[in-house]
């Protein structure tokens, strides 16, 4: 029985590896590592299809350094400690460090990720770890401090059809069906940037198709695959479509159809935890001061998700769903951290105004570190005017209210305390 097409069609070497420019292109970072011929711990994080396993794959063969793989999903504590063992009786003095890959590392346990910290820490092994879900939420911090990250692309139409190229001219099988790509259209867009769900569209439209040559139309890739036409692919571009559209709609204040998004995702068995995450950024980004509880009531959500799990879960979902999409709405503290962001990139290490240092030792306060600092509760109201931006950017603005009645108090209050320098 012959393998699928995308294991089929999996690179050997980077010179056939699609995508991800900017890390494995000539000069990119990954590359000059591969080439140097020495790698350190790294975790890659990107969506589904676009090349982690793959990469890792080529990396180990480039290296000839001994490869092991676990899965998250079927390895405990016990297959981590075999396969640090067995890396350690191969570890020569000259060599690169045995390379160990994990899939789905987002799924190890605390404890899984534990086990590995000192084999990594002292180099008996080269970890790779792949994931599709952030990083800083699911790995822990000191596991994660010991790995560089890389965050790979979905991949570019260009990449997508490049790899279809591929695949009709190298593939024994293809080029027996002599396939023809007359449009290309829904493929590409039912495979949301994922190499795999593409070949796997690919070899799924070829193989129901009984003539010689095969030809490839928008309206026989659609008819192939909407068999089932409320399939809901956690993995896939509707995944990102849905959450999209969810968290647009509660921008958008509309709670009947957030609900209806939401629901879409909890028949789908989406992920609660990746619902409630989402909900916890709309929050910020969304409601912010017009409304502080919302955060509160979206952490809350996200707490009790985790307590609860389904089916249950999906009820405090519900709920933060539906305050966030009734409450008012304001992205000031968003634009103001992105505004202040813009400045610190364009200015630089600005240094800190001698009054705002710290003077922990003689020799600091000889500096003048601390002098001259207003200590605010022992002034009327507890404020008293002084400078907090460094001298070169002081009179910039970075936080502006938003009209909602919540920021017309604050910035009521700003006005009141610092005069015209808020009422602009």
Known sequence: ???????????????????????????????????????????LWGPPGVGKTTLAQI???????????????????????????????????????????????????????????GAVETGVVTLIGATTENPSFEVIRPLLSRCQLYVLKSLEKEDLLELLRHTLERDALMK????????????????GGDARK?????????????????????????????????????????????????????????PDGALYWLARMVEGGEDPAFIARRLVISASEDIGLANPNALLLANAAFDAVMKIGWPEGRIPLAEATVYLATSPKSNSAYE?????????????????????????????????????YKYAHAYEGHFVKQQFLPDEVQHERLWHAQDNPAETKLKERMINLWGERFGK
Do not use: C, W
């Open 1 to 43: 029985m012959a393998q699928p097409l995308a294991e089929r069609m999996r690179p050997k070497t980077l010179d056939d590896y699609i995508g991800q420019k900017h890390l494995v292109g000539e000069g990119a970072v990954l590359r000059k590592m591969i080439d140097a011929g020495r790698i350190s711990s790294f975790i």
């Open 59 to 117: 990396i180990a063969n480039r290296l000839e350094t001994p490869f092991y793989t676990l899965s998250a999903v079927t390895s405990g504590v016990k297959d981590v400690r075999d396969v640090i063992d067995k890396a350690r009786s191969n570890r020569f003095f000259s060599q690169q460090s045995p390379i160990l890959f994990i899939d789905e590392i987002h799924r190890f346990s605390k404890s899984q990720q534990d086990s590995l910290l």
């Open 176 to 191: 027996e069906k002599q396939v023809e790509l007359r449009e290309t259209d829904a493929m590409l867009r039912y495979s």
């Open 198 to 254: 593409l070949l796997n569209i690919l070899e799924l439209v070829v193989e129901a198709d009984t003539e010689v040559p095969v030809v490839i139309t928008d309206e026989k890739v659609v008819e192939r695959l909407q068999q089932n036409p409320l399939a809901y692919d956690k993995d896939g571009e509707m995944h990102y479509d849905i959450i999209s559209a969810f968290i647009k709609s509660i921008r958008g204040s509309d």
């Open 336 to 372: 103001g951290i992105n505004t202040a962001l813009d400045l610190v990139r364009r200015t630089g290490n600005l240094p800190v105004p001698l009054h705002l240092r710290n003077a922990p030792t003689k020799l600091m306060k000889q500096l003048g570190y601390g002098k001259d």
